[in-house]
């Protein structure tokens, strides 16, 4: 959904709360696709919530997927 988007010359983030398996491999697709359009995919822990909570207020839009 996010590199589709970026077809529209919109301003993209994603940001992944909790773990992810990063060694499956089609989360490894879906984070090198991400990279190859230039979407920046911020991790959220315990220790940068105030970023996730900056991205979000500052954001035309939010999807939750």
Request: glycine letters at 6%; charged letters at 30%.
């Amino acid at each position: 959904m996010a590199t589709g988007l970026t077809l529209l010359d919109d301003v993209i983030r994603v940001a992944v709360i909790g773990d992810i398996d990063r060694e499956d491999a089609e989360v490894e697709l879906q984070l090198e696709s991400l990279d190859f359009a230039d979407v920046p995919v911020v991790d959220v822990d315990g220790s940068n919530a105030g970023e996730l909570a900056e991205m979000m207020v500052n954001s035309d839009v939010v999807f939750v997927v």
